[in-house]
């Protein structure tokens, strides 16, 4: 009690000073986070639109003159068109592909005790842990004796192979984090297996799940090396369009208008899902996210 | 039912026997009306997609026979290749081969052949380029479709007076520290270029290594002397990934000078990732050039159409349109084309040709232990 009556109070100044350094942290690192999330995306934009007469060179700061021909070349001379109907019918079927698997895999992983549970965690990795192309290589073997190379259904199982590793870890994180006591309290009340999935176990992975499909349905659209490998040439993706212009012919102009086609549906895909992403379980259980 | 299957068989055998031509000995017009019947082919490239997409447009209106052209990454292309070398029928036909992968794909005798003596215009293609592809014995397996030349590319703001010789490049290169610059060469050809020049100035010449088909040990005893010239001047050279970071690094005036292939030079300026005001010129100490070739796959399925796109591209009027549309060099040695960024005075006098393959492969992976991990 002595102590606590010996406590200097807070001036109205401390008070103001704290509030104006938390304020100006504040700006500080919102000022440092569009720094360094937006000057690439400014960049990526403005090479997209340098007009090949008027190349950007040192020591302009900007380009002389900004042009669409870089977007019409692509559009014009690859088949980017194809690509993206290719690449948004793929990445929704291995996305429910990916989580219809791993769903009772994940329950499996983080409900139950299995002997080598770890071992298994470590296993679902591979596919991700492995360099892309020797994955392709290998796979394309199987792929082959089986027919499904140069088939739709290939590639979503493909896609869905690479969805799976992060599907798997998310949910069952989600699985592991749901308290007991809500499970003993509905069985209680006389739940049955349908209302705990429906009103516990699905609700409280919410979170979780959408997690998982941003995961999976992002690294559907950047999959190159298996799409590449299995798919082409009936198939093409927006990242077998994306290599040509980034990898051993690297054209930083034609690279920036497919990187943007690539990136603006997943931008706008995150935004969307952005308000379900919340850790908070319990509430997304009550539905009051 | 089991005599209808069998029956069946027999008649696909018989039909597939006679459609089929031998593609070594047939007259051209008997390729060219196989090729119709094929109806298709599939194209492997991974650069120019602007003129091999017009391109195909022009052949299929000339033939009939789709060309689908995919454009890839260089290594993305071989590693399918090589990845579906043992099926009976792949899913390319035909692709470029460039200087990297070329000994790799010779190695493991990826390419039907050979296709020289096919081709009506064989003789006036570069007939060196039918032998050799960067130091590798193609022997008429790949077809030549342009050639290309490294020179030194320089920013003419920067650099008024460009070095020649190995001494004025010496001292230009102490005078200018991190201004001069050349690629990794595991990662791509205009800096094995340099690198095989720094060897010849500085080992005694190129001389001693033709017509070897294996590294001699005692010829190259001496190479330490060209590694000692690069790890003293590491802190004055600029090192880049790849032949385009070199290009794109002197456009962002990171450096005023570097070593670079002259179509890609072109080509770069045409998308606007290189000023209008580079100037490339061979110096006299000499650099070497190449060309880039196409090779028809073992198991292609439309061998007959791969062939004839390959002639289509060396015809007269393609090789033309390809230096209009991309600054691409010929291949073709019947025809003049103007507005080249290497004077042909320097590519008579200054350009020199690689050593063989086997020394070349020695030279990049010794560079990577001897200069790169020191």
Not at chain 2, 75 to 88: R, V
Request: aromatic share 12%.
């Amino acid at each position: 009690m002595a102590g606590l009556s010996q406590a200097k109070p807070r001036s109205l100044l401390d008070i103001m000073n704290r509030r104006r350094l938390y304020g100006l942290l504040t700006t500080f690192f919102i000022v440092v986070q569009l720094i360094w999330i937006g000057t690439p995306i400014v960049m990526t934009v403005l090479w997209s639109l340098v007009n090949p007469d008027y190349p950007w060179s040192f020591p302009s700061m900007f380009p002389e003159k900004l042009s669409w021909a870089q977007w019409v070349y692509v559009f014009k001379y690859t088949n980017i068109i194809r690509a993206l109907e290719t690449s948004y019918a793929i990445a929704p079927c291995a996305v429910l592909l990916s989580f219809l698997l791993s769903l009772p895999t994940a329950y499996v992983l983080g409900r139950k005790k299995i002997p080598g549970k770890k071992f298994f965690m470590m296993i679902v990795l591979l596919p991700i842990i492995m360099p892309g192309m020797v994955v392709a290589l290998f796979l394309s073997r199987v792929f082959q004796a089986f027919g499904l190379a140069q088939s739709f259904l290939g590639l979503v199982l493909a896609h869905t192979l690479m969805g799976l590793p992060y599907m798997i870890r998310v949910l069952t994180t989600s699985f592991e984090a749901i308290p007991q006591d809500i499970i003993d309290a509905a069985e209680n009340l006389g739940a049955n297996t349908f209302v705990k999935i429906r009103d516990i176990f699905l609700p409280m992975v919410r979170p979780g799940l959408l997690a998982g499909m941003v995961f999976a349905f992002t690294t559907s659209i950047e999959e190159f090396n298996l799409t590449f490998i299995i798919g082409t040439p009936t198939f093409e993706t927006i990242p077998t369009i994306l290599y040509s212009f980034l990898g051993y012919n690297f054209i930083r102009t034609n690279a920036s208008v497919v990187a943007l086609i690539m990136m603006i549906p997943n931008i706008v895909m995150l935004f969307a899902v952005e308000r379900f992403l919340k850790s908070d379980y319990l509430s997304a259980s009550l539905g009051k996210l | 039912m089991k005599k209808f299957v069998i029956l069946a068989l027999a008649l696909c055998v018989m039909v597939g026997s006679l459609s089929a031509i031998d593609l070594q000995t047939a007259k051209w017009d008997a390729i060219v009306a196989a090729a119709k019947a094929e109806g298709s082919v599939t194209f492997y490239a991974w650069y120019f997609p602007d003129y091999f997409k017009e391109a195909a447009a022009d052949f299929e209106k000339m033939y009939g026979v789709k060309a689908n052209v995919i454009i890839g990454d260089q290594t993305a292309n071989f590693n399918k290749a090589i990845a579906e070398k043992d099926m009976s029928t792949g899913t390319i036909d035909v692709m470029i081969v460039g200087g990297q992968w070329v000994k790799t794909t010779t190695d493991l005798n990826l390419f039907f052949g050979p296709i020289k003596n096919i081709f009506p215009d064989s003789a006036v293609l570069a007939p060196s380029l039918w032998e050799v592809q960067e130091g590798v014995l193609v022997k008429g397996y790949l077809a030549p479709f342009h050639r290309n030349q490294t020179g030194i590319l320089y920013d003419p703001q920067r650099v008024s007076n460009p070095p020649q010789t190995w001494a004025e490049l010496n001292a230009w290169i102490d005078a200018h520290p991190k201004e001069f610059g050349f690629n990794d060469p595991s990662k791509g050809g205009s800096g094995q270029s340099f690198v095989h020049t720094v060897i010849a100035q500085t080992t005694g010449g190129l001389e001693k290594y033709k017509g070897d088909s294996d590294v001699v040990p005692s010829k190259v005893a001496n190479w330490n002397i060209a590694w000692k010239w690069f790890t003293d001047r590491m802190d004055k050279l600029t090192i880049t990934v790849s032949n385009n970071d070199s290009i794109i690094r002197m456009n962002g005036g990171e450096i005023s000078m570097t070593v670079a292939w002259d179509d890609n030079v072109k080509d770069m300026i045409s998308k606007g990732n290189l000023f209008k005001r580079a100037k490339m010129y061979i110096p006299t100490m000499g650099l070497a050039g190449g060309g880039d070739t196409m090779g028809v796959l073992k198991n292609a399925k439309n061998k007959a159409a791969a062939l004839l796109w390959i002639n289509f591209i060396q015809s007269k009027e393609q090789q033309l349109k390809k230096f209009n549309m991309v600054g691409a060099y010929p291949a073709r040695t019947d025809m003049t084309v103007e507005g080249t960024l290497l004077s042909e005075a320097d590519r008579q006098k200054n350009a020199i040709a690689w050593f063989p393959a086997a020394y070349k492969n020695y030279m990049i992976n010794e560079f990577v232990k001897n200069v790169l991990m020191k």
